[in-house]
């Protein structure tokens, strides 16, 4: 076998393609019609009532954690087994990050070690939660809901690995991840590894639509055109006087708030929209390949642990628990099988560890990397493709 095998990768349809070109033929790069297109039916997919499009996830979480107002050195609470950005946005703000252990079983933020942190510090101390859906396997928003109105916290659903993805509620409902019914704001990624790729994008998703209309703001240099809102008088809009009831002037705009541009252009808008539309496909194919690798590996004496098969998880990735894991790591790789690791413990990284988190204090995140792999796992992975990552993992095992 040639070709080499990464651990994912996008898909691009001859549709998606002439999608983005239709746009470039047409009159808007950025801010045409397909970007309140993209948010609607997004919104629709995900069961939230609004959506706004951002440049990327990290944009996302940069401007949710805006429109929530942290300050300085508010603590925010998070999970060590995420990409950074999941954490990095507090400090964007200046927040601290205060993270805490995973669950060994579902490798999610455990409620248990966020409720032993509230319940050792006044009330008040902690002003919110992120919570990942790590891997695609949906966080039990609703338990954590209940957790943070009992401490007045806020939650930010990082559901970059999950769009599609679902958990069933104490009444039996299904809970879209992402769908804001148990968090402020929720974001997503449309990088290409993730299930919907636009190149760069990212989503945050709400039913607040006081939120959702500071989220417009902010994404444009915290500008708006609402009349409605304008503070500036009409004489002064206009440059003269205005008899009574006259318009603002056409032109007139206001920056009332400091943000960022973080838009999507409108062709990676199109772009997104056309790889939504086969969204729920990539995720049948993707929960048959998790069904075929843990119908492989299930009692392996190598296995540890693994993703398992769970209803309602997205499986962005498909994750074993092995021993040697270096050692299978690299042969893969002399085998142009090229798995990765997701993630090294966030509150390790060296940047982290400045304020002064160390070996030792998550033990169940740092076990967690010492035996992770994320084995190929993509909608585009063919039967003989994942054979071979199958055959190759039990031959460097002998089994
Ligand atoms: C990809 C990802 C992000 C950041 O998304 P970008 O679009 O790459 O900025 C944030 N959180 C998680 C969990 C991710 O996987």
């Not at 559901?159 to 769908?179: E, F, I, R």
Request: proline share 4%.
């Amino acid at each position: 076998m040639k070709k080499s095998i990464p651990y994912g990768r996008q898909n691009i349809t001859d549709e998606d393609i002439q999608a983005v070109n239709d746009v470039l033929r047409g009159d808007f790069l950025t801010q045409g019609p397909h970007i309140l297109q993209f948010e609607t039916e997004f919104a629709e997919y995900i069961g939230s009532k609004y959506a706004v499009a951002v440049a990327n996830g990290t944009a996302a979480l940069h401007l949710s954690i805006m429109a929530l107002n942290i300050k300085e050195h508010d603590k925010v609470i998070t999970t060590p087994i995420t990409f950074a950005a999941s954490a990095n946005c507090v400090r964007y703000c200046g927040g601290d990050v205060v993270f805490a252990d995973i669950d060994p079983e579902t490798y999610l933020l455990d409620i248990n070690s966020v409720r032993a942190l509230l319940e050792k510090s006044p009330k008040g101390t902690y002003k919110g939660i992120i919570p990942v859906d790590f891997a695609g396997r949906g966080v039990d928003m609703e338990a954590f809901k209940a957790l943070a109105d009992e401490y007045n916290l806020w939650i930010i659903e990082d559901a970059c690995h999950a769009p599609g993805g679902y958990v069933t509620d104490s009444k039996s409902k299904m809970q879209l991840c992402g769908n804001g019914n148990f968090a402020e704001l929720a974001i997503f990624s449309f990088h290409p590894v993730k299930h919907i790729a636009c190149g760069e994008g990212g989503m945050i998703t709400t039913n607040d639509e006081a939120l959702y209309k500071r989220l417009l703001m902010l994404r444009t240099h915290g500008i708006t055109r609402d009349l409605s809102l304008f503070k500036n008088d009409i004489n002064f809009a206009a440059g003269q006087s205005q008899a009574e009831g006259a318009d603002f002037p056409g032109w007139y705009m206001e920056m009332q708030t400091l943000g960022y541009n973080y838009r999507l252009t409108d062709f990676q808008a199109a772009l997104g929209n056309s790889q939504l539309s086969r969204a729920e496909d990539g995720l049948t194919k993707r929960r048959e390949i998790a069904a075929i690798y843990n119908a492989a590996f299930v009692g392996k004496s190598f296995l540890k642990g693994q993703s398992g098969v769970i209803d309602g998880h997205a499986y962005h990735l498909y994750i074993l628990e092995v021993d040697d894991r270096l050692g299978l790591y690299n042969y893969l790789k002399e085998n142009r099988i090229y798995a990765q690791i997701h993630y090294i413990p966030c509150h390790l990284m060296p940047y982290y560890k400045q304020f002064g988190w160390k070996e030792g204090d998550m033990p169940a995140a740092e076990n967690y990397y010492k035996h992770c792999i994320s084995l190929p796992m993509y909608p585009t992975l063919t039967s003989d493709e994942q054979e071979y990552v199958i055959s190759m993992i039990n031959a460097f095992y002998n089994e």
